[in-house]
T-cell receptor
């Protein structure tokens, strides 16, 4: 059974489009995250979401918005895609929001903006 | 915020031992994590240190010195499958902050 799953695995789209990436975890965790890993492999936190509390990394453009229909899902919606948005996006989850928790990562979504 | 620093790349020989160092500056330190990431795959958890000292887990060990803001990951009996990036991450008030990762190349 996959613990943290993401769809799609690959996403190729044109500049200016709007797209969504879905994430689901079946671990019963309370907290979920979105990370962006750029071409230099630098993994950077974008959002964390816990019991309807959203913590946003201030460097994330407001074109990016997380949406959580329930505790097991945290989707990422991106408006007006730009070339610089091309990266691998990882979803992760942890039991609680404490930073002492191990995080479990999804397989990643490789987004390419043309 | 946090500042995590680790070498960009290291090379080691199969069967040998390698130590990957990480220094950190953090506010509200909550522990130090090491993750392994193979090319094209997701990071996977290796270890967590919150107290000073060495944590051993099979061929992998991780060390922490809070007073020095320093950690290392020690890999013994290196195997070709250990070729990967190793990410140091600090837990703090702002959540987890990852370093840029150390790309470890294992040579036969």
């Amino acid at each position: 059974d996959t613990a943290v799953s993401q769809t799609p695995k690959y996403l190729v789209t044109q500049m200016g489009n709007d797209k969504s990436i879905k994430c689901e975890q079946n671990l019963g965790h309370d907290t979920m995250y979105w990370y962006k890993q750029d071409s230099k492999k630098f993994l950077k936190i974008m959002f964390s979401y816990n019991n309807k509390e959203l913590i946003i990394n201030e460097t994330v453009p407001n074109r990016f918005s997380p949406k959580s229909p329930d505790k097991a899902h945290l989707n990422l919606h991106i408006n007006s895609l730009e070339l610089g948005d091309s990266a691998v996006y990882f979803c992760a989850s942890s039991p609680t929001s404490g930073s002492y928790n191990e995080q479990f990562f999804g397989p990643g979504t490789r987004l390419t903006v043309l | 915020g946090q500042n995590i620093d680790q070498p960009t790349e290291m090379t080691a020989t199969e069967g040998a031992i390698v130590q990957i160092n990480c220094t950190y500056q953090t506010s509200g330190f909550n522990g130090l994590f090491w993750y392994q990431q193979h090319a094209g795959e997701a990071p996977t958890f290796l270890s967590y240190n919150v107290l000073d000292g060495l944590e051993e887990k099979g061929r992998f060990s991780s060390f922490l010195s809070r007073s020095k803001g320093y950690s290392y990951l020690l890999l013994k009996e290196l195997q070709m499958k250990d070729s990967a990036s190793y990410l140091c991450a600090g837990g703090g008030a702002d959540g987890l902050t990852f370093g840029k990762g150390t790309h470890l190349i294992i040579q036969p």
